[in-house]
């Protein structure tokens, strides 16, 4: 029992590192930043499973918002060509969040999520470094109203409840991966 568990973790694929998203609208005055960590684990040359947790800020007419996610996922690569590689996501995430309108106290905890798939790329840039791009969202997203009372629309990115297909720069984010 011990070789074997020897013989799968010497082969073992773990990566470790992170994306960074950040989008901004002039016209409407909005903002999203988010920096999330994540590491995973090389199932196969097809499967991996993976776990991601950041932070995220918003800021939208006024209201800042404050963010902790978390992401657990499972990727399948879909078709690899050369160093490229395209793949899908398909996760559950979790966020819990508090906002602030203008110079006001910070609200209660709110939470939403979203079950769904985020297509992606891969770029091997050597044997040890990934570059990773993921843009889009199909899936199912829900949330507490937050500021429904005061007329207030959700500032999280996760805001519209429902079934969503989505290909916009508040989907896009950027990261890095080291395979050991």
Known sequence: MVLAVMGITASAQ???????????????????????????YNISDKWAAGLGIGYA????????????????????????????SFFVDGGL??????????????????NAWQVGLKPGLKVSLCKNIDFIAHMGFLGYR??????????????VKYGDKGFKFSCSTEDLSFGVLFNF
Not at 25 to 36: A, T
Not at 59 to 76: D, G, L, Q, T
Not at 144 to 151: N, P, T
């Open 57 to 84: 800020h918003n800021y939208a007419n006024s209201i800042k918002v404050n963010a902790f996610e978390i992401n657990p996922y499972a990727r399948y690569t879909a078709c690899k060509f050369g160093a490229v």
């Open 14 to 40: 773990f990566y470790a590192g992170g994306s960074v998203s950040l989008s901004r609208n002039w016209e409407d005055n909005k903002s999203h930043f988010s920096i999330q960590p994540e590491v995973g």
């Open 93 to 110: 995430d979790f966020v819990t969040f508090k906002a602030k309108v203008g110079d006001g106290p910070s609200s209660d905890a709110y």
């Open 142 to 155: 829900d949330n507490d109203d937050f500021g429904a009372s005061a007329g207030m629309e959700n500032p």
